[in-house]
């Protein structure tokens, strides 16, 4: 049976709002690889952060995942780098890889349309809290 650990919240991501988003965590390589491949629904106040161990162009694809979600990169301080907003699921190959612009330390998977909602932009510092 296939664990699912990293998507149960252990930390939170409070955006300029002052929404707290309660975030599973993805920092090995496994739960990087996995993200939320197969996860049927994402509530509006949660979400996936990927945790690096370096900073850089980190690409994110959708193949196997099946809602569509806001990715947005972090710089080392948690600012915003590139916001990639509502993404689909792919479907069938290839799929279409997105990067940030510049390098970045993390990068947060929530619900469509969260960032829109929240007014987060490129630039603006969001809050981790493990």
Same mark, same amino acid.
């Given at each position: 049976?296939?664990?699912?650990?990293?998507?149960?919240?252990?930390?939170?991501? $409070?955006? +300029?709002?002052?929404?707290?988003?309660?975030?599973?965590?993805?920092?090995?390589?496994?739960?990087?690889?996995?993200? #939320?491949?197969?996860?049927?629904?994402?509530?509006?106040?949660?979400?996936?952060?990927?945790?690096?161990?370096?900073?850089?162009?980190?690409?994110?694809?959708?193949?196997?995942?099946?809602?569509?979600?806001?990715?947005?990169?972090?710089?080392?301080?948690?600012? $915003?780098?590139?916001?990639?907003?509502?993404? *689909?699921?792919?479907? #069938?190959?290839?799929? +279409?890889?997105?990067?940030?612009?510049?390098?970045?330390?993390?990068?947060?998977?929530?619900?469509?349309? @969260?960032? @829109?909602?929240?007014?987060?932009?490129?630039?603006?510092?969001?809050?981790? *809290?493990?």
């Amino acid at each position: 049976m296939m664990t699912t650990d990293w998507l149960v919240p252990r930390a939170h991501v $409070v955006l +300029p709002s002052g929404v707290r988003l309660a975030v599973g965590i993805a920092d090995t390589p496994e739960t990087r690889e996995r993200g #939320l491949m197969s996860r049927e629904s994402l509530g509006g106040v949660e979400g996936l952060l990927f945790v690096f161990d370096e900073d850089d162009r980190h690409a994110f694809w959708m193949r196997n995942t099946l809602v569509a979600l806001d990715i947005v990169w972090l710089d080392g301080d948690a600012r $915003v780098v590139t916001i990639a907003a509502d993404v *689909q699921p792919c479907r #069938l190959p290839p799929c +279409p890889r997105f990067r940030p612009s510049r390098p970045a330390r993390y990068v947060l998977e929530t619900a469509a349309g @969260r960032l @829109r909602t929240e007014g987060v932009r490129e630039g603006d510092k969001l809050e981790i *809290q493990f």
